[in-house]
Nanobody
Framework: QVRLVESGGGWVQPGGSLRLSCVAS????????VGWFRQAPGKEREFLAR????????YYADSVKGRFTISGDKTKNAVIVQMNSLKPEDTAVYYC?????????????????????WGQGTQVTVSS
């Protein structure tokens, strides 16, 4: 049973930073990739960033490119997203998601259906 647990959310003023962590209960080497998404009230879940486990290739949504950085730590079974220059529109519940190793998905890596496992989410609030 794979379990993903996010942490690091909270309240921050505009322009501030937060560091979110996603820790997997099983070996993270069992994943093709891990992604971060967010969902604001009344909106669809939005792709933010992805890291592939072979070569640590990274991909970002235009909305966060240059502000968010995703990284992986295999020794800790963790994927981190460093979020800088936060804006009020970044307020949402943030989720990490993992694609199982060997899972074949023909759609975009930005698609929620491309991920097999999800964490419970962590709230990020950006306001003054």
């Amino acid at each position: 049973q794979v379990r993903l647990v996010e942490s690091g959310g909270g309240w921050v003023q505009p322009g501030g930073s937060l560091r979110l962590s996603c820790v997997a209960s099983g070996s993270i080497n069992n994943f093709n990739s891990v992604g971060w998404f967010r969902q604001a009230p009344g909106k669809e879940r939005e792709f933010l960033a992805r890291i592939s486990w072979s070569g640590f290739l990274t991909y970002y949504a235009d909305s966060v490119k240059g502000r968010f950085t995703i990284s992986g730590d295999k020794t800790k079974n963790a994927v981190i997203v460093q979020m800088n220059s936060l804006k009020p529109e970044d307020t949402a519940v943030y989720y990490c998601a993992a694609q199982r190793y060997g899972y074949q998905y023909s759609g975009s890596y930005k698609d929620v259906n491309g991920y097999n496992y999800w964490g419970q989410g962590t709230q990020v609030t950006v306001s003054s």
